[in-house]
């Protein structure tokens, strides 16, 4: 661990020095080299880290934004795509499939509506050729749009993991690349440049986009695609047509894979619990009393089955982590971030094995001191049929004192 701590703070140093070069002047070609063996290894998720300490340490955003133009230049063509077993950001409805496919589509109208409506303004200023290239350039500011929704939708859940750096740095970026964008409609508009210099104003803001269009897919995309959960994609994905979209219209909704639990229920041999009286060897229950005793109880559970399928959770008045109805038939590891399924999957694993009965934690959560318990579920025999999570603020208990014998007033 203490090899990491000094490795990191290594990168950490180096990286406030190349910043520094690149504000005396050097190029992105110049420091290239050197952040590429830095960062050699590094995933893109630790690279914001260390850039987000050094805003925290007081270095200016417009500063680390100069690295934007070093990370494109070193990750072009080495980034390797992660394989996954199934990719969901690959199936149309998914928000990352629909940025993409708005990046496609952008690129289309530059390459086969813009650029060759430039290169004929270039050769004859006319008012014609001045006309397509402001209709063009007007769909072009379409991209307004998208980059609303990754301001809006993506980067406050990038701020709520703690990532803070990069969507400081990008929606600086963005408004640059608006602001070229307009100064370009506007010089078409007024006719007051000479036609050269219009077509460098148009031509820095198709090369502003392409270069975002970059580094959207190649930084951004994978990192939020390593935090955020399966949830909170779905909350984006029906929030995004509240903000529009960009040359390109979702076709369908993105529906998650989900197991229907009572199907599931019966192939196994079970069947569902009917509205009528449960008995259990100490007693019996109508289903009404069972669940409001569960969600009167002031904890919060969740019942995860043998293979990993979100049974059940209760619906106390007072939740400490927020659940939906849609979680019931999600594997549990689809219901946390993808960089700490690993640790899910173990604490399942331990439990499953009987390597542990179960597994605490404790955090702080605002005013709350949270207690958060895995147990191993087992029947008389020891099979094991699930694993229970118990989360109780225990706070109020460890500020009891002394002793009450009376009722309250």
Same mark, same amino acid.
């Given at each position: 661990?203490?090899?990491?701590?000094?490795?990191?703070?290594?990168?950490?140093?180096?990286?406030?020095?190349?910043?520094?070069?690149l504000?005396?002047?050097?190029?992105?070609?110049?420091?290239?080299?050197?952040?590429?063996?830095?960062?050699?290894?590094?995933?893109? +998720?630790?690279?914001?880290?260390?850039?987000?300490?050094?805003?925290?340490?007081?270095?200016?955003?417009?500063?680390?934004?100069?690295?934007?133009?070093?990370?494109?230049?070193?990750?072009?063509?080495?980034?390797?795509?992660?394989?996954?077993?199934?990719?969901?950001?690959?199936?149309?409805?998914?928000?990352?499939?629909?940025?993409?496919?708005?990046?496609?589509?952008?690129?289309?109208?530059?390459?086969?509506?813009?650029?060759?409506?430039?290169?004929?303004?270039?050769?004859?200023?006319?008012?014609?050729?001045?006309?397509?290239?402001?209709?063009?350039?007007?769909?072009?500011?379409?991209?307004?749009?998208?980059?609303?929704?990754?301001?809006?939708?993506?980067?406050?859940?990038?701020?709520?993991?703690?990532?803070?750096a990069?969507?400081?740095?990008?929606?600086?970026v963005?408004?640059?690349?608006?602001?070229?964008?307009?100064?370009?409609?506007?010089?078409?508009?007024?006719?007051?440049?000479?036609?050269?210099?219009?077509?460098?104003?148009?031509?820095?803001?198709?090369?502003?986009?392409e270069?975002?269009?970059?580094?959207?897919?190649?930084?951004?995309?994978?990192?939020?695609?390593?935090?955020?959960?399966?949830?909170?994609?779905?909350?984006?994905?029906?929030?995004?047509?509240?903000?529009?979209f960009?040359?390109?219209?979702?076709?369908?909704?993105?529906?998650?894979?989900?197991?229907?639990?009572?199907?599931?229920?019966?192939?196994?041999?079970?069947?569902?619990?009917?509205?009528?009286?449960?008995?259990?060897?100490?007693?019996?229950?109508?289903?009404?009393?069972?669940?409001?005793?569960?969600d009167?109880?002031?904890?919060?559970? +969740?019942?995860?089955?043998?293979?990993?399928?979100?049974?059940?959770f209760?619906?106390?008045?007072?939740?400490?982590?927020?659940?939906?109805?849609?979680?019931?038939?999600?594997?549990?590891?689809?219901?946390?971030?993808?960089?700490?399924?690993?640790?899910?999957?173990?604490?399942?694993?331990?439990?499953?094995?009987?390597?542990k009965?179960?597994?605490?934690?404790?955090?702080?959560?605002?005013?709350?001191?949270?207690?958060?318990?895995?147990?191993?579920?087992?029947?008389?025999?020891?099979?094991?049929?699930?694993?229970?999570?118990?989360?109780?603020?225990?706070?109020?208990i460890?500020?009891?004192?002394?002793?009450?014998?009376?009722?309250?007033?």
């Amino acid at each position: 661990m203490s090899e990491y701590i000094n490795n990191r703070e290594y990168r950490q140093k180096v990286l406030k020095e190349l910043i520094m070069e690149l504000h005396d002047g050097k190029s992105v070609e110049e420091v290239k080299e050197r952040f590429g063996k830095l960062i050699e290894g590094v995933s893109p +998720t630790e690279i914001s880290a260390m850039e987000n300490e050094l805003i925290k340490e007081g270095m200016p955003i417009a500063e680390v934004q100069r690295l934007c133009d070093v990370h494109a230049a070193v990750f072009k063509g080495s980034i390797e795509e992660i394989h996954r077993p199934e990719k969901e950001e690959d199936n149309p409805g998914h928000p990352v499939f629909t940025f993409k496919a708005e990046n496609r589509a952008l690129e289309r109208l530059m390459r086969k509506g813009i650029r060759p409506k430039l290169e004929s303004f270039a050769k004859d200023a006319g008012q014609e050729e001045a006309d397509g290239l402001f209709e063009d350039l007007t769909k072009l500011w379409e991209i307004d749009k998208h980059y609303l929704r990754k301001e809006n939708l993506l980067f406050p859940y990038m701020e709520k993991y703690g990532i803070t750096a990069p969507p400081k740095v990008m929606w600086g970026v963005d408004d640059e690349i608006r602001a070229e964008i307009k100064n370009a409609l506007k010089a078409l508009k007024d006719n007051q440049e000479s036609k050269e210099a219009i077509a460098e104003k148009i031509e820095s803001a198709l090369s502003r986009v392409e270069e975002m269009i970059f580094k959207e897919e190649n930084i951004l995309f994978p990192m939020v695609l390593e935090t955020l959960n399966e949830d909170e994609w779905l909350k984006i994905a029906r929030e995004s047509a509240d903000i529009g979209f960009c040359l390109y219209e979702p076709k369908q909704e993105w529906k998650p894979a989900r197991v229907n639990v009572e199907e599931k229920a019966r192939s196994q041999g079970e069947e569902p619990a009917s509205e009528g009286y449960l008995r259990f060897e100490t007693g019996v229950f109508s289903k009404a009393e069972l669940e409001a005793m569960l969600d009167t109880l002031p904890v919060d559970m +969740t019942f995860v089955d043998k293979d990993g399928i979100v049974k059940y959770f209760t619906n106390g008045s007072e939740r400490i982590f927020p659940r939906t109805k849609a979680v019931i038939g999600r594997e549990v590891k689809n219901c946390h971030p993808p960089a700490s399924v690993h640790i899910v999957e173990q604490i399942v694993e331990d439990l499953k094995s009987g390597k542990k009965d179960h597994e605490d934690f404790w955090i702080k959560m605002g005013g709350r001191y949270v207690l958060i318990r895995y147990f191993a579920v087992r029947d008389k025999q020891g099979e094991f049929l699930g694993v229970l999570e118990f989360t109780q603020d225990i706070g109020p208990i460890q500020a009891i004192t002394g002793e009450k014998r009376l009722v309250s007033e």
